[in-house]
């Protein structure tokens, strides 16, 4: 079943050990988009400056992404530039310019309204919820936040929490969240905040994900770890949350029903989107991936952590 | 086949957020022995002081260890203080009297000569490599360090380095050793500097395996990720890593031959091992865990990790 997205389509510049590009196409519902639309249809919902051409809409439409729900305004593009250094595991923001995303209103064309997934990226919270209440009938929400929403828009967060099948989040953001420095502690604690369970990012250490026995009624089966592909080249993380979450929602939203057998293969499926991003400068790599690669990918990461599948 | 471990046996005086003990049993060879001896014969060379009595061998003695190399000293036994706080990621030292340990100088007793398998638990790695030198006809090594020995013995270190079988390091020392960020080329630096395989531990994400084609004589597997157990209390991760070593070593060295597959069950075995270890203080969980509990947490790390093994 389809997928709406609402986030961001910005242009990022970004610097790493392995060079620099300007202004290439990025923003969370471009990356996640882009990995989702291997899986399911996404239909996409964002603001857009005069800066954005048509050969930048061709790149999401080139994978069949609907972008009627783009909305043109006058002026430049949400534009963020940041850098990576050593490990890479931190961006450092250079320059955030909200540009049109200032007064960002998502409105919901009538084509989408019926859509049953929907997935909330990292926005400001109010905007989150102003959307989740124009589709009273979805099937499942999930959503993703950062630490500045949670540091200083803790009352509007805690709306889109209630609302949440699943939250997606890293490390840093569950234990600022929830409080709580144990990781089992933090995901109780943000799961009796709304969220039916939680999957928190551990960057080059995969994710894992949490339980609470509102996801599967009946039941509240096991955390679940996926592991994250050792890459020896990264050359640009910037998206790979975001690919995660396009892998994970994408191939849940696909499945005609959500068990926790088809969540620990989404769980996969988004560590193999995220570990195509990184692959290349922004969208590069998520562009022209292969289903054949995707599917051999899934297999690598099985092999790598499953005792009786690998040589 | 037996396992000879060399390394310290010492007392730990230890706060955490649950509580704090006094000059518990503690010390490398001590973890390591004990996660050991549920999957093999353990032989400890390490030195004591007179504060060491015999409830404390008998901590040991009573698990099936062979106690005849523990050296006697005048003096006290290595004492270490240290604490844990937040999400007890690292120990803060705050003292570390070596006392006996000062002038430890290894000495393999004659019944100790034939063991099979080596285990130089992290200590000065000219003394590493003094016992690795008695012992020509040892069929496989094992070996830890820590950053001490990393930046200020490099010299010595790399004379261990060239006989080991496999190195066990946690990501930092892995960085440290290779001097590179990204973890795969890390890996690969570390092995051309002797190990044929190198464990990286990740702490709370599990730990990963690496191997170069001399491991496995005629191909090299691919990297294997095992996970660790999300707790919702670690009481005192003292010696976690070594109970790890412990219970990967200990597994390795049962079985008849090494094969990738029976890599991937020790490294399983090591994270059941540390997930115990952290239960209690010191080596409390670890002195009376059970074949049993060892197995359904085995189960456990399968269910948590295996796409196909959970309900």
């Known amino acids: 079943m389809a997928i ?13 050990p392995f060079g620099r590009v300007d202004h290439c196409l990025g923003g969370a519902a471009t990356h996640f988009s882009l990995a989702a639309s291997y899986f399911t249809d996404v239909r996409v919902i964002a603001v857009v400056g005069e800066d954005f051409l048509p050969t930048h809409e061709a790149v999401m439409t080139a994978r069949g992404i609907d972008t009627r729900g783009l909305e043109r305004a006058p002026g430049l593009s949400f534009h963020w530039t940041g850098a990576y250094a050593g490990a890479m595991a931190e961006a450092r923001t250079l320059g955030t310019d ?15 309204v019926d859509t049953e997934y929907l997935f909330l990226a990292n926005i400001d919270p109010a905007l989150q919820a102003r959307v989740r209440k124009q589709m009273p009938s979805v099937k499942m ?15 509007n967060l805690a709306v889109v929490l209630r609302e949440l099948d699943v939250l997606l989040i890293n490390d840093g953001e569950a234990r600022m969240l929830s409080g709580e420095t144990n990781p089992v502690l933090a995901a109780r604690r ?62 849940l939203a696909s ?22 991003a990184v692959e290349r400068f922004g969208t590069e790599r998520l562009q022209a991936v292969t289903w054949e690669e995707i599917e051999a990918r899934f297999a690598l990461f099985r092999e790598i952590s499953h005792l009786d599948d690998a040589v």
């Open 98 to 112: 909200l540009n049109v995303f200032e007064k960002f209103d998502p409105k919901i064309p009538a084509a989408y």
């Open 255 to 276: 499945q005609p029903v959500v068990t926790p057998a088809v969540f620990r293969r989404a769980m996969f499926y988004g560590g193999v989107m995220g570990s195509f």
């Open 190 to 251: 943000v799961m009796e905040m709304g969220p039916k369970a939680l999957v928190v990012k551990h960057g080059e250490y995969g994710a894992t994900a949490y339980f609470s026995e509102r996801m599967f009624p009946g039941f509240a089966p096991r955390p679940f770890r996926a592991p994250a592909l050792p890459l020896a080249e990264v050359v640009d993380p910037t998206g790979a949350g975001d690919s995660f979450a396009g892998g994970f929602y994408g191939y």
């Open 4 to 16: 709406l997205v609402v986030g961001s389509v910005a242009f990022d510049s970004i610097e790493t």
């Open 141 to 155: 929400v999930c959503g993703d936040t950062m630490n500045y929403w949670i540091k200083d828009h803790a009352a």
